[in-house]
């Protein structure tokens, strides 16, 4: 499943998608331990692409409960099921079907 706490290690965006929503044990210190993990403006973006706007542009300085549910939600409950990864890189869509992204490159499109 296409989640935004993976999608954020890519530069892919998102097009076409089909969204699902299921619920995740929200766990603070986790959150708190991957922040720095995260290229903030890639995942908002990403977030927003998806039609969710309740991450600020800018990390907050405090990380209330507020913020991290709204993170916990953005990186762990929205899933993409269905759709198209565009990266804007190399020019290549990789295909979303079931949750699970394509990112196998066909022999002719290696090298």
Known sequence: MVRLITHN???????DVQIELR????????????????EWKALVDAARQLGDTTLPLEVPEMLDDEFLKNLHHVLLEIHVEEGVMSCPNCKHDYPILNGIPNMLLAEHEIG
């Not at 290690?9 to 097009?15: G, I, Q, S, T």
Request: hydrophobic fraction near 50%; charged fraction near 25%; glycine fraction near 4%.
């Open 9 to 15: 290690l890519l530069a892919c965006h998102f097009r």
């Open 23 to 38: 619920e995740a044990e929200f766990n603070p210190e986790f959150l708190k331990g991957f922040m720095p993990k995260l």
